[in-house]
């Protein structure tokens, strides 16, 4: 059974990079056909869509974060991570890892991580 | 950039009653890349529909997906007491570059 794990620091410094890592277990990363992202969800607010990756290193970003979002890949440790640099408490946030399906008749984020929580705070 | 909005932002019904929730786009969403997921609190999202009507694997049949272009229906035949909390409705579009969107979505309150 598919797993995805969230880890990284729980509090982060304004102006400075939030990193976060997902760890995939039951399953390779490698799989043709998913790609990888991050989806955040501000305390008592709706999902926001940040980026994916294909484990072949190929990533797409929403426009708004574009700026400040890498997402990266490590295939030898089936782990995926995230990079948002210059952060304020705006992106105080519940961050998701989670498993995008894209097919020719349908799409989906059928997997996701238990999320984690990141506050941003001096 | 396609925007997603639900309506309404709260549902107020009881068990054994019908919802449906609306959502409707900006511009026309291909029926393939319209997908429906239930959040509960302090819980991921889950999965409910994938290609506007189809049902994801283990999602009861009293939940069901319809429409097409801009506005899309996720409908509740009858409410249990689980089935108590925020749905959202998400596009994927390819173009300019592939991208995913979510509405802000519905809350379904006793």
């Known amino acids: 059974q598919l797993q995805l794990q969230e880890s990284g620091p729980g509090l982060v410094k304004p102006s400075e990079t939030l990193s976060l890592t997902c760890t995939v277990s039951?399953?390779?990363?490698?799989?043709?056909?998913?790609?990888w992202g991050w989806i955040r969800q501000p305390p008592g607010k709706g999902l926001e869509w940040i980026g994916v990756?294909?484990?072949?290193?190929?990533?797409y970003y929403s426009p708004s974060l574009k700026s400040r979002v890498t997402i990266s890949v490590d295939t030898s440790k089936n782990q995926f991570s995230l990079n948002l640099n210059s952060v304020t408490a705006a992106d105080t946030a519940v961050y998701y890892c989670?498993?995008?399906?894209?097919?020719?008749?349908?799409?989906?984020?059928?997997?996701w991580g238990q999320g984690t929580l990141v506050t941003v705070s001096s | 950039e396609v925007v997603l909005t639900q309506s309404p932002g709260t549902l107020s019904l009881s068990p054994g009653e019908r919802a449906a929730l609306s959502c409707r786009a900006t511009?026309?969403?291909?029926?393939?890349?319209l997908a429906w997921y239930q959040q509960k609190p302090g819980q991921a999202p889950r999965l409910l529909i994938y290609?506007?009507?189809r049902r994801a694997t283990g999602i009861p049949d009293r939940f069901s997906g319809s429409g097409s272009g801009t506005d899309f229906t996720l409908t509740i035949s009858r409410l249990e007491p689980e089935d108590f909390a925020v749905y959202y409705c998400?596009?994927?579009?390819?173009?300019?570059?592939?991208?995913?969107?979510f509405g802000q979505g519905t809350k379904v309150e006793i």
């Open positions: 989670a498993r995008h399906v894209i097919g020719p008749y349908s799409s989906a984020t059928d997997q």
């Open positions: 039951g399953g390779s990363i490698t799989t043709t056909g998913y790609y």
């Open positions: 990756i294909y484990y072949s290193g190929t990533t």
């Open positions: 511009q026309s969403v291909s029926s393939s890349y």
């Open positions: 290609g506007a009507s």
């Open positions: 998400q596009q994927y579009s390819s173009s300019p570059t592939p991208a995913w969107t």
